[in-house]
Nanobody, 124 residues
Framework: QVQLVESGGGLVQAGGSLRLSCAASGRTFSSVAMGWFRQAPGKEREFIAAISWSGDRTYYKDSVQGRFTISRDNAKNMVYLQMNSLKPEDTAEYYC?????????????????WGQGTQVTVSS
């Protein structure tokens, strides 16, 4: 079992940056892939970024590629999402998620464990 807690959300102006953190617990953390998703009002939860268990493989949603960076530190049981050049369209609740396998995946259905979410609001 993996437990996840997100932090780092907040209010930022367009063009600014935020770093989201996901603190994970569980002895299997180092061997599972991780992902970030977000959900805006009136929309379904969407994939943002994913990273393999070793950190050597990543995937990004097209609209955030080049602006967002997912990373992990297995020694610290942490996953991060560095968000730069934020846009109002990035406003959403952001969720950290964990798979039950080591390979990075981009579909919500591929993830088993979820955090409670952290709100990111980008003003114009």
């Amino acid at each position: 079992q993996v437990q996840l807690v997100e932090s780092g959300g907040g209010l930022v102006q367009a063009g600014g940056s935020l770093r989201l953190s996901c603190a994970a617990s569980g002895r299997t953390f180092s061997s599972v892939a991780m992902g970030w998703f977000r959900q805006a009002p009136g929309k379904e939860r969407e994939f943002i970024a994913a990273i393999s268990w070793s950190g050597d493989r990543t995937y990004y949603k097209d609209s955030v590629q080049g602006r967002f960076t997912i990373s992990r530190d297995n020694a610290k049981n942490m996953v991060y999402l560095q968000m730069n050049s934020l846009k109002p369209e990035d406003t959403a609740e952001y969720y950290c998620a964990a798979r039950s396998g080591p390979m990075a995946r981009t579909s919500e259905s591929d993830y088993t464990y979820w955090g409670q979410g952290t709100q990111v609001t980008v003003s114009s």
